[in-house]
């Protein structure tokens, strides 16, 4: 059965940090392109970053500020969140795509409804 279960989402103040986990069942996180997704309230679901077969991708918003990592180990996926900003504040949800291949992650980044499976999502909120 597969299961995505994310943790880790707070009310944090602007220029703070938190990390994300995400613990999964049912996949193999280092064959499995992985990526984290948030959606704010009326927007649409934007891609934050992904990561398959070690290469990791962020979208504009976030790139140099939020880092994707796993932990084969835990079969779990990370994000840890920099810098916050209040526009970071959504809904984050973790999300995997089997059909993956080296390189692949951008495509997944920017096309989050290829996705297999989701998380229930975790709130972010960034207070300036």
């Known amino acids: 059965q597969v299961q995505l279960v994310e943790s880790g989402g707070a009310s944090v103040q602007a220029g703070g940090s938190l990390r994300l986990a995400c613990v999964v069942s049912?996949?193999?996180?280092?064959?499995?392109?992985m990526g984290w997704f948030r959606q704010a309230p009326g927007k649409e679901r934007e891609g934050v970053a992904t990561?398959?077969?070690?290469?990791?991708y962020y979208g504009t918003a976030v790139k140099g500020r939020f880092l994707i990592s796993l932990d084969n180990a835990k079969n779990a996926v990370y994000l840890q969140m920099n810098s916050l900003k209040p526009e970071d504040t959504a809904m984050y949800y973790c999300?995997?795509?089997?059909?993956?291949?080296?390189?692949?992650?951008?495509?997944?980044?920017?096309?989050?409804?290829?996705?297999?499976?989701w998380g229930q999502g975790t709130q972010v909120t960034v207070s300036s």
């Open positions: 049912g996949y193999t996180v280092s064959s499995t392109c």
């Open positions: 999300a995997a795509r089997t059909a993956c291949a080296a390189q692949s992650g951008w495509y997944y980044l920017l096309q989050p409804a290829s996705s297999n499976a």
């Open positions: 990561i398959s077969y070690g290469s990791t």
